[in-house]
């Protein structure tokens, strides 16, 4: 029941669209079918201001106090060993494909 639903929905989401894709190809004949309007004048292209000049180099950062050491009652972690891997089997290698060439053309 749920996909019957499922699939009424995706058919009405469908019909829309396509009714909107129809009103919208009418307008847009419509207006490829206006007389030919008045063009719009080109405006003057306005003076941007000077930027400011900013410094290129930049001031030596502050130093940076020394880290605490960890005490040294907690233990350093160590991993355990990797377990022993058997190799890989060999993969077979793949036949040759004979090729032919085409016949001579005269």
Do not use: E, H
Not at 38 to 62: C, E, R
């Amino acid at each position: 029941m749920a996909a019957s639903i499922n699939n009424s929905i995706i058919f009405v989401m469908v019909a829309l669209l396509s009714l909107s894709n129809i009103s919208t190809s009418r307008g847009a004949r419509s207006l490829l079918q206006l007389p030919n309007l008045p063009t719009i004048p080109s405006l003057p292209k306005p003076t941007m201001p000077q930027l400011p000049n900013f410094p290129v180099t930049l001031p030596p950062l502050p130093s940076i106090a020394s880290l605490p050491t960890f005490p040294s009652v907690v233990p350093k972690m160590t991993l355990p060993p990797m377990p022993t891997m058997n190799p890989l089997p060999n993969m077979p290698s793949l036949p040759n494909i004979p090729t032919f060439s085409p016949p001579p053309s005269n």
